[in-house]
């Protein structure tokens, strides 16, 4: 599952027309407001951010920080047959845009979906400046992705974190 999207053309477009220019595998990419979201599969996007970030990484924070439900924000997943295996959500703030919750399972790592889910993301949202409190072992990442440091490091729930940002029309 490496499907080519063609991320270039759909900046800026209405999300119906994004979605259905990504949907190259229909069981394979995902986007949708959290009450658009089958109630299995939100429970297996919940699961894994969990699985992940509390557990993996041994960390005790509320992932669910209410932000999944505003009405604005939006969650990209990739299934794999019956899994979700990679996700991110992306909050609208008045005059932020902030990618978050990137996510891939330990199982499914280094297939680049983690990398396709941003890249998609920047599909969505178009030519705004986007923020992101990444983990320090990650700015590597990141910077391959577009981003630049913003701040200082800081630390949030144990975890050394930096604030990155892509500027608008990268
Ligand atoms: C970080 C994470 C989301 C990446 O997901 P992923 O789907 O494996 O990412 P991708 O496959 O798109 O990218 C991984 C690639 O980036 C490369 N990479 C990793 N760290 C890098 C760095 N510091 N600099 C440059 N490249 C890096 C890897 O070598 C890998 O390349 P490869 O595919 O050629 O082997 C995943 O490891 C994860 O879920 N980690 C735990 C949760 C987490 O920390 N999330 C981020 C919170 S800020």
């Given amino acids: 599952m490496q499907p080519v999207w063609p991320w270039a053309e759909v900046r800026q477009t209405p999300i119906q027309a994004v979605y259905d220019l990504l949907m190259p595998d229909e069981s394979a990419f995902h986007v949708a407001r959290i009450t658009d979201i089958d109630p ?40 794999d047959r019956d899994d979700v295996v990679s996700t991110i959500r992306i909050l609208h703030d008045r005059d932020v845009v902030e990618f ?33 409190g990444a983990q320090a ?14 701040g200082p490091n800081y630390l ?8 990155m940002t892509s500027p608008a029309g990268r």
């Fill in 100 to 132: 978050g919750r990137i996510v891939t399972a330990k199982s499914a790592r280094g297939r680049g979906l983690s990398r396709q889910l941003i890249e998609a993301a920047f599909g969505l949202v178009g030519n705004v400046e986007v923020w992101i």
């Fill in 40 to 79: 299995v599969i939100l429970y297996k996007i919940l699961q894994l951010r969990m699985d992940v970030f509390i557990v993996e990484q041994d960390c005790a924070y509320a992932d669910m920080d209410g932000r999944d439900v505003d009405p604005t924000t939006q969650h990209l997943w990739i299934t």
């Fill in 137 to 150: 072992q990650h700015e590597g990442w990141y910077e391959s992705l577009g981003f630049v440091r913003s």
């Fill in 156 to 163: 949030e729930d144990d975890i050394v974190h930096l604030p």
